[in-house]
């Protein structure tokens, strides 16, 4: 089973400090088409920065017919000093605390918005398998999205193969970026009908 912990506080959202159960609104291929969806008709672009899933997710973006509409690109930023290098994440923080971290997901995404010229940026970062890394166990993975109105990060606690987590953390980094959208929608609305 997959466990997601709530939002980190690092980076604006709310930790309850304990696990619950992954909502599995969707498969990979539909979250990665609804996301475009959503992109495009708000006429906005996404950058991604992957580190373990390795390219997984600009896969299942560039899949879908029509995606060069939304998407910029993406940075696989495996190396730890890429993600200093290419996207800009805080040398100091990378010494200090390493690339597995909720910080670090943040400046990621962050960084691949403003490197790439994009609306939003998302990014992965976590330990795959077998051994663990930065004194992080296997499965501990942070997921986050950068937007017009700040930064989000996700705590991952999950469990499998690697194969097995770097999917789930595909698909939940693209969860949680068409839950920003919809919410970003949704309060353009609402600020375009006076507050109503």
Same mark, same amino acid.
């Given at each position: 089973?997959?466990?997601?912990?709530?939002?980190?506080?690092?980076?604006?959202? *709310?930790? &309850?400090? %304990?696990?619950?159960?992954? #909502?599995?609104?969707? +498969?990979?291929? $539909?979250? =990665?088409?609804?996301?475009? @969806?959503?992109?495009?008709?708000?006429?906005?672009?996404?950058?991604? *920065?992957? &580190?373990? %899933?390795?390219?997984?997710? #600009?896969?299942?973006? +560039?899949?879908? $017919?029509? =995606?060069?509409?939304?998407? @910029?690109?993406?940075?696989?930023?495996?190396?730890?000093?890429?993600?200093?290098?290419?996207?800009?994440?805080?040398?100091?923080?990378?010494?200090?605390?390493?690339?597995?971290? =909720?910080?670090?997901?943040?400046?990621?995404?962050?960084?691949?918005?403003?490197?790439?010229?994009?609306?939003?940026?998302?990014?992965?970062?976590?330990?795959?398998?077998?051994?663990?890394?930065?004194?992080?166990?296997?499965?501990?993975?942070?997921?986050?999205?950068?937007?017009?109105?700040?930064?989000?990060?996700?705590?991952?606690?999950?469990?499998?193969?690697?194969?097995?987590?770097?999917?789930?953390?595909?698909?939940?980094?693209?969860?949680?970026?068409?839950?920003?959208?919809?919410?970003?929608?949704?309060?353009?609305?609402?600020?375009?009908?006076?507050?109503?």
């Amino acid at each position: 089973m997959t466990y997601a912990v709530g939002e980190s506080p690092e980076v604006g959202g *709310a930790s &309850s400090g %304990t696990a619950e159960p992954a #909502a599995e609104t969707g +498969t990979t291929a $539909a979250l =990665a088409a609804e996301v475009l @969806r959503l992109l495009a008709e708000s006429d906005q672009t996404l950058a991604v *920065a992957e &580190s373990l %899933t390795g390219g997984m997710v #600009a896969a299942e973006l +560039t899949a879908v $017919a029509g =995606a060069s509409r939304s998407f @910029r690109g993406s940075v696989t930023a495996y190396a730890t000093e890429l993600k200093h290098r290419i996207l800009g994440v805080d040398a100091g923080l990378l010494a200090a605390e390493g690339a597995v971290n =909720a910080q670090v997901a943040a400046e990621m995404a962050a960084g691949v918005r403003r490197v790439l010229g994009a609306s939003w940026g998302i990014a992965t970062t976590g330990v795959a398998g077998p051994d663990p890394q930065d004194g992080q166990p296997v499965g501990t993975v942070f997921v986050a999205v950068a937007g017009p109105a700040g930064r989000k990060t996700v705590p991952l606690r999950l469990n499998g193969s690697r194969t097995e987590i770097r999917r789930e953390s595909a698909r939940t980094v693209l969860e949680l970026l068409s839950r920003e959208l919809r919410e970003n929608a949704r309060g353009q609305d609402t600020e375009q009908n006076g507050g109503i």
